[in-house]
């Protein structure tokens, strides 16, 4: 999933609060793309099939919360590597603590601060997409290089 400078990276908002989706949503607009997704179910579904770029995640959900989400997030080799932030109203240390365990790349407390949303969503795609770029720029290094020493090897063996 290569980023041409006119696409724009994909967020998706997840929380069972719709209020607290449109403060999100009203927030990222027009910078970002967004799926929204209301329970931990729909949301690892979503993730699957868009390979979003960063996942704003509640902590507190029904049925499926936020932790187990995240680590099911980090379970599967398709979405382990997208980075998660909790955005929840557990403001206190452990539950931050329990959310970066879970494989979280950061914390933020509601009430939000809007610029400091955008910056810390802003930080975590721009590590995302240089460590994807760099991760693809070693694959096809290392296969040229293995393609090279398989034609070498086949040299040899001719002389």
């Known amino acids: 999933m290569d980023t041409s400078p006119n696409d ?3 967020v998706l908002i997840v929380d069972d609060e719709p209020g607290n989706i449109k403060i999100l949503s009203n927030i990222l607009a027009g910078e970002y793309s967004m799926s929204v997704a209301t329970n931990g179910k729909q949301a690892l579904e979503i993730a699957r099939v868009q390979l979003p770029d960063i996942v704003l995640l509640d902590m507190i959900m029904p049925e499926m919360d936020g932790i187990e989400v995240c680590q099911a997030l980090k379970s599967d080799e398709s979405t382990k590597d997208i980075p998660v932030i909790f955005v929840t109203s557990m403001s206190d240390t452990a ?8 494989g979280a790349v950061d914390y933020i407390s509601k009430p939000i601060s809007p610029p400091i949303v955008k910056a810390r969503i802003k930080i975590h795609i721009q590590n995302y997409l240089s460590k994807r770029f760099l991760e693809n720029l070693l694959s096809s290094q290392t296969t040229s290089l ?14």
């Open 146 to 159: 293995d393609d090279a020493k398989e034609e070498a090897k086949s040299l040899l063996v001719f002389v």
């Open 95 to 102: 539950n931050e603590e329990r959310g970066l365990d879970a």
């Open 8 to 10: 724009k990276n994909r």
